[in-house]
């Protein structure tokens, strides 16, 4: 009895006299996958199961030997299954059943793929079918495929092998245009190689020509294009948003033991990128390359409306042999020129410019890519810079700057924001790879730098932008020289909304990645001797602060207190005049600031009194008066300027509304709400007079000045009158009407509290 052992106690292998060999798999890993079981060997075949688990994969593996040879079955299912490649590489949902027979004669192979959210690197699909066929060299391949990640498509396939030949077809479409092979392509194998006879594809609208070479020690590609859609691009690189056509001729070749060797001619007619807020200039590009044993070179030449607006040229050389073409190009020395002259939309419009004219930049270009020496200057004139994000706009934007080695310094930039406003900087612009960034230090003078619904900010001081490949900082300590905030906005005022959801029937070729965001952090100090404005829930005020800024540029955290400096409440359409206020911001995104408010109003011989605490999104409003009155009665003076007992039942189901709003800290006020809505300091609804013809009736009614009233009532059937009130002192007024049936009428009210 022989046994050999894992080190551990496990039993891999056991051998006794006169018996079949028992192979023992505890666990067999591979990557995350594991497989456990038992094989038999019997001298010529194995027979056995092995269980296969982790990883997302779940099945088994069957050996068996029908006729004498080895077959291996695979019945596996796979759920987010994982694999060790290369860049991603998974299945969300699938299953892969297949067998192998190791005949001498010639293998036969016959398996079925499906998958759902299938991803080999750049390739992602959203299903995926594949079967075949191969017996002792000869076989079918079918295979089709459909996507949505960047643009729709589905293609389907048809491989016919021979043992030295491979006769494709198929047929498909992309963003709802057809995709045609206009015959067979012919793959015929060439010692290891396998050479594509020229083979037409109409892709998208356009038309590509493809043959070459292909094989372990020798590669050579020639592709001919016209009209091809620079869209379909999409179906690898989601985030490209190419627009325009591409029309050239591409050739490639690289064998062993010699230097890789190529030319590239192509013209793209309106290039365009697509941005989030912003929509970028056509330009027309004319591109010429070529790479030979020694040296790389390219040449383009750049257009817009019919007039050359930027020219390039570039050589990499010497070209160090013997290594991946890539790396020798990034790696040589790198002369190159660039002069341009127009609109920079499309080249800039990832980063929020909009009507941006560059005169230059006029640069010389050396070193190598990853750590390029750049000679030359940039000036930009009368450019506009707008970000969505903060409501920044700057117009009139001029500025100039010389290159010095990898780094662009930049001596003057002047700019205008708002009416009076300016901002001025200098600061650097670094372009090597490894610390590529912006560094700005700014002035700014009474400049409007935030302008979004719920804040806006009148800034001067000293500012420094950081931005690096991670992420950004703005920091500072600035005097808001006018500022506003606005109560109840905050939460709906999202310049880029990004909600926190749950995904149900994902497409299952969703890229999980997706795009990091870079955060954009802000580190400022912002003091308000006055002139801070605070508006909403009834408030027309005037502040001063002193708040600290922190967070994200897209989610700002505001610390700090605000003491109130003048300023009224409005409740009711009655203005209480302030006489305390503090606010404290506790920083919270978005914000809710703690309020602590006090107001007072004198009226019809009362002083009433109202203090708001509670947070900006749910205050809590507070009523007292002298003389002391009940809430209910302080209310119905507040709403309808007369006592409880005088108002009739609808008035009453109105103030019921609105004390139970005010009990609970919200709660249904439909009448209030329109109230608001409209902008009428009193809306009622009236009970039918029979006496003088006036069925249900609605009365609305506005301030005109603080003693001047106007209401005006219909019931919609005829009926409608109009009513005036001058309050002539706080106990006297007189009252006026005039109605649809004649009656006019004048009143002296008088009304005394004791």
């Known amino acids: 009895l022989w046994i050999l052992e894992d080190g551990k106690g496990g039993r891999l292998i056991r051998l006794t006299p006169g018996q079949p060999g028992r192979i023992g798999?505890?666990?067999?890993?591979?990557?995350?996958?594991?497989?456990?079981?038992?094989?038999?060997?019997?001298?010529?075949?194995?027979?056995?199961?092995?269980?296969?688990?982790?990883?997302?994969?779940?099945?088994?593996?069957?050996?068996?030997?029908?006729?004498?040879?080895?077959?291996?079955?695979?019945?596996?299912?796979?759920?987010?299954?994982?694999?060790?490649?290369?860049?991603?590489?998974?299945?969300?949902?699938?299953?892969?059943?297949?067998?192998?027979?190791?005949?001498?004669?010639?293998?036969?192979?016959?398996?079925?793929?499906?998958?759902q959210g299938f991803r080999r690197k750049l390739l992602a699909l959203a299903q995926l079918e594949a079967s075949g066929t191969l017996r002792r060299g000869l076989g079918r391949l079918t295979v089709s495929a459909a996507g949505s990640r960047g643009r729709a498509f589905d293609v389907k396939g048809v491989a016919d092998l021979q043992p030295n030949r491979v006769v494709l077809t198929g047929t498909g479409t992309v963003d709802r245009?057809?995709?045609?092979?206009?015959?067979?392509?012919?793959?015929?194998?060439?010692?290891?190689?396998?050479?594509?006879?020229?083979?037409?594809?109409?892709?998208?609208?356009?038309?590509?020509?493809?043959?070459?070479?292909?094989?372990?020690?020798?590669?050579?590609?020639?592709?001919?294009?016209?009209?091809?859609?620079?869209?379909?691009?999409?179906?690898?690189?989601?985030?490209l948003g190419l627009g325009g056509t591409a029309t050239g001729r591409v050739r490639y070749r690289a064998a062993a033991g010699l230097p890789p060797s190529g030319t590239a001619d192509v013209n793209v007619r309106r290039l365009t990128r697509a941005s989030y807020a912003l929509a970028a200039k056509p330009l027309d590009l004319a591109i010429k390359a070529g790479l030979n044993g020694s040296q790389a070179a390219l040449r383009a030449i750049a257009a817009a409306d019919g007039r050359v607006i930027g020219r390039v040229q570039a050589r990499l050389a010497p070209l160090s042999p013997g290594r991946d073409p890539l790396e020798q190009m990034l790696d040589a020395p790198l002369f190159a020129q660039l002069r341009y002259a127009g609109p920079a939309d499309t080249l800039w419009r990832l980063t929020g410019v909009r009507q941006f004219d560059l005169a230059g930049p006029a640069a010389d270009i050396g070193g190598r890519i990853a750590a390029p020496v750049?000679?030359?200057?940039?000036?930009?004139?009368?450019?506009?810079?707008?970000?969505?994000?903060?409501?920044?706009?700057?117009?009139?934007?001029?500025?100039?700057?010389?290159?010095?080695?990898?780094?662009?310094?930049?001596?003057?930039?002047?700019?205008?924001?708002?009416?009076?406003?300016?901002?001025?900087?200098?600061?650097?612009?670094?372009?090597?790879?490894?610390?590529?960034g912006i560094d700005l230090r700014v002035t700014a003078r009474d400049a409007e730098l935030i302008n979004r619904d719920e804040i806006g900010a009148t800034v001067s001081g000293p500012l420094r932008i950081q931005f690096t490949q991670s992420g950004g900082t703005i920091a500072g300590n600035v005097t808001l020289v006018r500022s506003?905030?606005?109560?109840?906005?905050?939460?709906?005022?999202?310049?880029?909304?990004?909600?926190?959801?749950?995904?149900?029937?994902?497409?299952?070729?969703?890229?999980?990645?997706?795009?990091?965001?870079?955060?954009?952090?802000?580190?400022?100090?912002?003091?308000?001797?006055?002139?801070?404005?605070?508006?909403?829930?009834?408030?027309?005020?005037?502040?001063?602060?002193?708040?600290?800024?922190?967070?994200?540029?897209?989610?700002?955290?505001?610390?700090?207190?605000?003491?109130?400096?003048?300023?009224?409440?409005?409740?009711?359409?009655?203005?209480?005049?302030?006489?305390?206020?503090?606010?404290?911001?506790?920083?919270?995104?978005?914000?809710?600031?703690?309020?602590?408010?006090?107001?007072?109003?004198?009226?019809?011989?009362?002083?009433?009194?109202?203090?708001?605490?509670?947070?900006?999104?749910?205050?809590?409003?507070?009523?007292?008066?002298?003389?002391?009155?009940?809430?209910?009665?302080?209310l119905a003076r507040l709403l309808f300027g007369s006592s409880l007992t005088d108002l009739s039942a609808p008035e009453a189901l109105q103030l019921t509304s609105a004390v139970t709003a005010l009990q609970s800290g919200g709660g249904l006020d439909p009448i209030n709400s329109l109230r608001r809505a409209v902008g009428l300091d009193r809306l009622r609804i009236l009970s039918p007079d029979l006496?003088?013809?006036?069925?249900?009736?609605?009365?609305?009614?506005?301030?005109?000045?603080?003693?001047?009233?106007?209401?005006?009532?219909?019931?919609?059937?005829?009926?409608?009158a109009s009513r005036a009130e001058f309050q002539l002192t706080r106990w006297l007024s007189v009252l006026s009407t005039v109605s649809t049936i004649g009656r006019h009428s004048a009143t002296l009210r008088v009304a005394r509290d004791y």
């Open 25 to 115: 798999v505890e666990a067999l890993e591979v990557a995350a996958h594991r497989a456990s079981g038992e094989l038999v060997s019997n001298g010529l075949a194995l027979d056995g199961l092995l269980r296969i688990s982790g990883g997302g994969l779940l099945g088994t593996l069957r050996f068996d030997r029908p006729d004498q040879f080895q077959r291996i079955t695979a019945m596996l299912a796979a759920a987010d299954a994982r694999f060790a490649f290369d860049g991603p590489n998974y299945i969300r949902r699938g299953t892969i059943e297949g067998s192998v027979e190791l005949d001498p004669a010639g293998a036969v192979l016959t398996g079925t793929l499906k998958a």
């Open 177 to 239: 245009r057809p995709i045609r092979i206009d015959r067979p392509a012919v793959l015929s194998r060439e010692g290891e190689a396998y050479r594509l006879a020229p083979t037409a594809l109409e892709l998208g609208g356009g038309r590509v020509t493809l043959g070459g070479l292909f094989g372990p020690l020798e590669t050579a590609i020639d592709a001919e294009f016209a009209a091809l859609p620079l869209a379909v691009l999409d179906v690898v690189r989601p985030d």
């Open 374 to 436: 750049i000679r030359g200057s940039v000036r930009v004139t009368n450019a506009r810079l707008e970000s969505p994000v903060s409501g920044t706009v700057l117009t009139a934007l001029n500025a100039s700057g010389r290159f010095d080695g990898s780094r662009l310094l930049l001596d003057r930039v002047n700019a205008r924001t708002g009416a009076t406003g300016t901002v001025s900087a200098t600061g650097t612009v670094e372009f090597g790879t490894a610390d590529r």
């Open 484 to 634: 506003r905030y606005r109560f109840g906005r905050a939460r709906y005022a999202v310049p880029i909304p990004r909600l926190k959801v749950t995904d149900r029937n994902l497409p299952v070729d969703f890229d999980e990645t997706g795009r990091v965001l870079v955060p954009i952090k802000l580190q400022l100090k912002a003091s308000a001797p006055n002139r801070l404005a605070v508006q909403g829930l009834g408030l027309t005020s005037e502040w001063q602060a002193e708040l600290d800024l922190g967070g994200t540029l897209e989610a700002p955290l505001i610390t700090g207190t605000a003491t109130m400096l003048q300023g009224t409440y409005e409740f009711a359409g009655r203005d209480f005049r302030l006489d305390r206020g503090v606010i404290r911001f506790n920083g919270l995104s978005p914000p809710d600031p703690i309020v602590d408010m006090t107001a007072s109003a004198n009226m019809q011989g009362l002083s009433a009194t109202v203090r708001v605490t509670g947070t900006a999104t749910r205050p809590e409003p507070q009523f007292t008066s002298v003389p002391s009155l009940p809430t209910e009665e302080l």
């Open 691 to 720: 006496t003088i013809g006036q069925r249900t009736a609605i009365a609305a009614g506005k301030y005109l000045t603080r003693s001047a009233y106007l209401e005006i009532i219909t019931d919609g059937q005829g009926y409608s």
